[in-house]
């Protein structure tokens, strides 16, 4: 397996410009999540999902978009690319919840510059 | 809401010394704890996890035991190795909540 793949590894943008990040698990998870960290902060979620068709906002989701058309893929829109959104960008997956517990994976992450 | 504290880094330790990265949270009713650990230029993995009150996980001789009086999960290794040099982030999942609240993250440094 896999896990969960993330690409672009790092991007920069220019002010105004937008992108698509790419999000995919082979691990058959419901649960997704996209995650920003900015130095010396925890991260902080964007988006989520607990199944294909269905979305969620999270803590910081002004300025993004999501869509899961199918259980694998998980991708974060940025519309209008703003420098408040350069950051590290991480993708995360989870099975059903079924104690509390479960594990969430993580990808290698998309570094991202708005210039 | 839910919140996560833990200990400001950087910190700074030669090989076999004793590490412990403080960790308290606010949270209703009884969450999940957990570490993760960033090494560098990579995403995050679990290192441990527990999921009700005195129950102590533990993985690659890293120990934490979840502290219901004092609201706390702190992170223990009693010697570590160079190889143990990256983020540790500590987190918690609350009752009937999808997300992680992560706290700030310490980065840990060992030396040689």
């Known amino acids: 397996n896999a896990g969960v793949t993330q690409t672009p590894k790092f991007r920069i943008l220019k002010i105004g410009q937008s992108m698509t990040l790419q999000c995919t698990q082979d691990?058959?998870?419901?649960?997704m999540y996209w995650y920003r960290q900015d130095p010396g902060m925890g991260l902080k979620l964007i988006y989520y999902?607990?199944?294909?068709?269905?979305?969620d906002k999270g803590e910081v989701p002004n300025g993004y978009n999501v869509s899961r058309s199918t259980t694998e893929d998980f991708p974060l829109r940025l519309e209008l690319a703003a420098p408040s959104q350069t950051s590290v960008y991480f993708c995360?997956?989870?099975?059903?919840?079924?104690?509390?517990?479960?594990?969430?994976?993580f990808g290698p992450g998309t570094r991202l510059l708005v210039l | 809401g839910n919140s996560v504290t833990q200990m400001e880094g950087p910190v700074t330790l030669s090989e076999e010394a004793f590490l412990t990265i403080n960790c308290t949270y606010t949270?209703?009713?009884?969450?999940?704890l957990f570490w993760y650990v960033q090494y560098p230029g990579e995403g995050l993995q679990l290192l441990l996890k527990?999921?009700?009150?005195?129950d102590k996980g533990s993985n690659k001789g890293f120990e934490a035991t979840y502290r219901k009086e004092t609201t706390s999960f702190h992170l223990e290794k009693g010697s570590v190795q160079v190889s143990d040099s990256a983020v540790y982030f500590c987190?918690?999942?609350?009752?009937?909540?999808?997300?992680?609240?992560f706290g700030a993250g310490t980065t840990v440094t060992v030396r040689a």
């Open positions: 527990a999921t009700k009150a005195d």
């Open positions: 987190a918690l999942r609350g009752l009937n909540d999808y997300k992680l609240s």
């Open positions: 949270a209703t009713g009884y969450p999940s």
């Open positions: 999902s607990v199944g294909a068709g269905i979305t």
């Open positions: 995360a997956s989870s099975p059903r919840d079924r104690g509390r517990g479960e594990t969430q994976y």
């Open positions: 691990m058959n998870h419901n649960y």
